[in-house]
């Protein structure tokens, strides 16, 4: 059974940083994309960034490039986002996916992704 869990949400002052967690277990770890997605209240879902099984490639939404930065353990089976400068409009419930890809180029990251966690609040206030 496959479990994605992520933590460190939280509510942070503009300007603030986080770092956003996410384990998963009931899959091998090393062998799956693995990506950031999030919603605001009343917004569709949105790819935030997402990371190749080798950690060798990545993707960032531009709405965060430059503040953002995802990264991966494959050791301790976790994936990290590392926000920094964060904005009002950063304000979302922050999901973690899990995909199988047999390759470790990631694109656009324009594609399903077939585990999901329950999401963790992350809260930015002026």
């Known amino acids: 059974q496959v479990q994605v869990v992520e933590s460190g949400g939280g509510l942070v002052q503009a300007g603030g940083s986080l770092r956003l967690s996410c384990t998963a277990s009931g899959l091998t770890f090393a062998h799956y994309t693995m990506g950031w997605f999030r919603q605001a209240p009343g917004k569709e879902r949105e790819g935030v960034s997402c990371i190749g099984w080798s950690g060798g490639s990545t993707y960032y939404a531009d709405s965060v490039k430059g503040r953002f930065t995802i990264s991966r353990d494959n050791a301790k089976a976790t994936l990290y986002l590392h926000m920094n400068s964060l904005k009002l409009e950063d304000t979302a419930i922050y999901y973690c996916?899990?995909?199988?890809?047999?390759?470790?180029?990631?694109?656009?990251?324009?594609?399903?992704?077939?585990?999901w966690g329950q999401g963790t609040q992350v809260t930015v206030s002026s």
């Open positions: 996916a899990a995909e199988y890809r047999s390759i470790p180029a990631v694109g656009v990251c324009d594609f399903d992704f077939t585990y």
